[in-house]
Each structure stands twice: as structure tokens, then as C-alpha cells.
T-cell receptor, first 114, second 112 residues
């Protein structure tokens, strides 16, 4: 079966711009989570959506937002980009988003803010 | 407050020997603990998990041990292979919370 697809793979944006990243989960998975990974850091939780509802949110400023569509596809948006937003953004999907079943991650979107 | 910590940024072992990766946590509410492996330019791949009501879970060459009193878990890889060289992340989750908390990762290098 197809894995988690994230588009685009690479992105270069200018400070102050906004960006939208897309994630298509595994078919049948209703939970989509977003994580940010910066050099030397673990994965920082951004938010999780389950059946189009945001169920949990991490400690990121309001410039970071997301949504989930009825087909479980998800997007995250970052407005007014800052240099510190440069990171690998990972999307993960799972059936129900909890428990010991683990997430399936996409390959990520590498965002560079210049 | 970092609730999940991997105190060793790197580990190097010889092929065929045992690799032991460690993880400590502070939140006693965690219900599940998971290990992921990550290669460069790829997303993390789920390896193995353990419920907080168990103390050991085994899957092939991978075994995870949980010591709840010490709030410590470890991943054992036996025997280690060069293809195991990757970054390993420890993660913990609370049932129905919809999020996992990750450690900073340990880079494992298995030398031929």
C-alpha cells in the first residue's frame, strides 16, 4: 500500500512569506500528526488531527496552523516565516493516533527560510 | 521540561555485538513507549513498542525493556549489523492523547 506522501520535498522561502505543506496519509488512517525537526533536536510535536478535528496542539506560536480534510489529507501553514522556522517538517499517520501501534512517517518537507 | 531524554547522542559498536540504546522519562502517565529508526533524508520508521504494563517486548533482533520504577527503557539490538546504523528515537505516548513525545535521538554506528 502507498505510504505517507508529503509535498513538496524541498522548499525555499523568504522571511515574512507564508508557506503551505501537504500530507496525504495512508488510506484508512484517520489520524495525522505534524512534527518539526531541527538540527540536533528531536521531533517537536506541532499538532494532531483526527477526523478533521484538531485533537492536540504543541507549544508553537499561532503562526503555525493546520487542517484536515474529509479524505484525511492534511495541510499545515506557517505564516510570516522566520529564519528559525527552517527545519524538516514531518507528517505521520496512524489508524487512531494513539497506543503502541506507532506512526507511519512521510519523508518530510525540508523548509529553508532565507 | 523535556519529558523524554536520550542522554547518549551517539553510540558505536562492532558488527555482531549487542547495541544498547537508553531512554529516560519523567511522566508516569505515559502508557506506551516506542522506538523509531531514522535514516538520512527519510522519515522515522517505527521499530517496536511496549505497553507500560509490560517489562519486555521482543521482535526478532530487537528487544525493548521497561523499568517503570526507574522510569527507564532500553532497546537491545542483537546481533548488530552495519545496516542498523541510523538515528534511533525513543518516544512515549498517553492513550487517546493523540501525540507522542520524542527524545532527541541517539546516532548508532555499527562498524564492520
Amino acid at each position: 500500500k502507498a505510504g505517507v506522501t508529503q509535498t513538496p520535498r524541498y522548499l525555499i522561502k523568504t522571511r515574512g512569506q507564508q508557506v503551505t505543506l501537504s500530507c496525504s496519509p495512508i488510506s484508512g488512517h484517520r489520524s495525522v500528526s505534524w512534527y518539526q525537526q531541527t538540527p540536533g533536536q528531536g521531533l517537536q510535536f506541532l499538532f494532531e488531527y483526527f477526523s478533521e478535528t484538531q485533537r492536540n496542539k504543541g507549544n508553537f506560536p499561532g503562526r503555525f496552523s493546520g487542517r484536515q480534510f474529509s479524505n484525511s489529507r492534511s495541510e499545515m501553514n506557517v505564516s510570516t516565516l522566520e529564519l528559525g522556522d527552517s527545519a524538516l517538517y514531518l507528517c505521520a499517520s496512524s489508524l487512531i493516533g494513539t497506543g503502541g501501534y506507532g506512526y507511519t512517517f512521510g519523508s518530510g518537507t525540508r523548509l529553508t527560510v532565507v | 521540561d523535556q519529558q523524554v531524554k536520550q542522554n547518549s547522542p551517539s553510540l558505536s559498536v562492532q558488527e555482531g555485538r549487542i547495541s544498547i540504546l537508553n531512554c529516560d522519562y519523567t511522566n508516569s502517565m505515559f502508557d506506551y513507549f516506542l522506538w523509531y529508526k531514522k535514516y538520512p533524508a527519510e522519515g522515522p520508521t517505527f521499530l517496536i513498542s511496549i505497553s507500560s504494563i509490560k517489562d519486555k517486548n521482543e521482535d526478532g533482533r530487537f528487544t525493548v525493556f521497561l523499568n517503570k520504577s526507574a522510569k527507564h527503557l532500553s532497546l537491545h539490538i542483537v546481533p548488530s549489523q552495519p545496516g542498523d546504523s541510523a538515528v534511533y528515537f525513543c518516544a512515549a505516548s498517553i492513550a487517546n492523547a493523540g501525540k507522542s513525545t520524542f527524545g532527541d535521538g541517539t546516532t548508532l554506528t555499527v562498524k564492520p
